[in-house]
């Protein structure tokens, strides 16, 4: 069986990867649809050497497709993505708009793939700085339990997509021939807030719009996503969550400082921690001090892996450690968690909308 495809966002940063991911995914696609704004109607792109025109994302464009990629902004994915799982098309979306809705499932495929099971024509794929923490969250927990989990990211440009990279691109050159009037920063930290910052030789501890009690969106994302994905409850008490997000001056690739605490009366050791961590698909121990051997940003880049290193216990608190990961926020934080979970819905056949379901996202 092959399937009839369709991306929307196609010519995004996330949306072209996505191109490149399922191009090199395990699924057989018989016809690729890309679909994006009016603005980039037209264009041409690439599809296993095949030219593909960019057509205009409209409910019609769902037609005959069996499964969509989304990737062009919450409030594209919230009118169109319900137009699709009407036409019988399965959706796996890479925006916030569904990620909290209790019909959707939110899934990282190595932490909890089960949940496809009863998805009703969408699958959520959660925020990049989520995915990487549960990745290396998710064996210490099976093994030992989690009681509590502080993160501070510092996270890259590539996050706020590719104009975000041009912008801290073009600042940097600028600053660097000592021409400030050419900083003109105006997206960064976030599109549509009053103030913009320059990112270039700068940090920025803000990620998406505030909310009333001082932390961002994305640190609300953080906690709430994480304890959806781990414990299926996204206001579940049993794993405390807080979180600082930082934009940092990186192109690519997310980094993150974790401290955590675990339940367990009986403490691992960092070998053990280290063994948990190397056993799970798709997590990587970059650890080794001695020969300063550690994750980083550049060498995580165009890889599907989660990497993790600086395990280490808090030196004052008995069963607490702290740990850093880094994961290319592009690929397992977008494009490719949303090809794999793709995957597993044709390896578990599942690429098919329950009777109902379009009733559920009806908007009207
Ligand atoms: C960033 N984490 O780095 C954000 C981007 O909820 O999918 C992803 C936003 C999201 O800016």
Known sequence: EKYRVAILGATGAVGTRMIQQLEQSTIPVGEIRLLASAR??????????????VEEARPESFDGIDLVLASAGG??????????????????????????NDQVPLVVPEVNEKDLAWHHGIIANPNCSTIQMV????????????????????????????????????????????????????ILPVKGDTHHYQLAFNLLPQIDVFEADGYTHEEWKMIHETKKIMLGDKNSPEIKVTATCV?????????????????????????????????????????????????????AEGRRETFVGRVRPDLETPGAYNLWIVADNL????????VQIAERLVADDLVRVPEGSAALFATE
């Not at 264009?43 to 296993?48: D, P, R």
């Not at 955590?260 to 997590?283: C, N, R």
Request: hydrophobic share 40%.
């Open 247 to 299: 934009r940092v001056p990186v192109s690519v690739g997310h980094g993150e400082s974790v401290w955590f605490e675990v339940a367990d009366q009986q403490k691992p050791t960092i070998a053990q921690l280290h063994q948990s961590m190397a056993a799970f698909p798709g997590l990587v121990v970059v650890d080794d001090p001695a020969s300063q051997l550690y994750p980083q940003p550049k060498t």
């Open 135 to 186: 990745m290396a969250l998710e064996p210490v927990r099976q093994k030992y339990g989690l009681t509590r989990v502080i993160v501070s990211t510092y996270q890259a440009a590539g996050g706020a997509g590719q104009s975000a990279i041009d912008e801290l691109e073009t600042e940097s050159q600028a600053y660097l021939n000592r021409d400030s009037e050419k900083v003109t920063p105006a």
């Open 40 to 53: 980039s109607a037209g264009k041409t792109l690439s599809f296993n050497g095949k030219s593909i025109v």
């Open 331 to 338: 690929l397992k934080g977008a494009a490719w968690n949303s």
């Open 75 to 100: 409030s594209n994915s919230a009118r169109l993505l319900p137009e699709a799982v009407k036409r019988g098309a399965v959706c796996v979306d890479n925006t916030s708009y569904f990620r909290m």
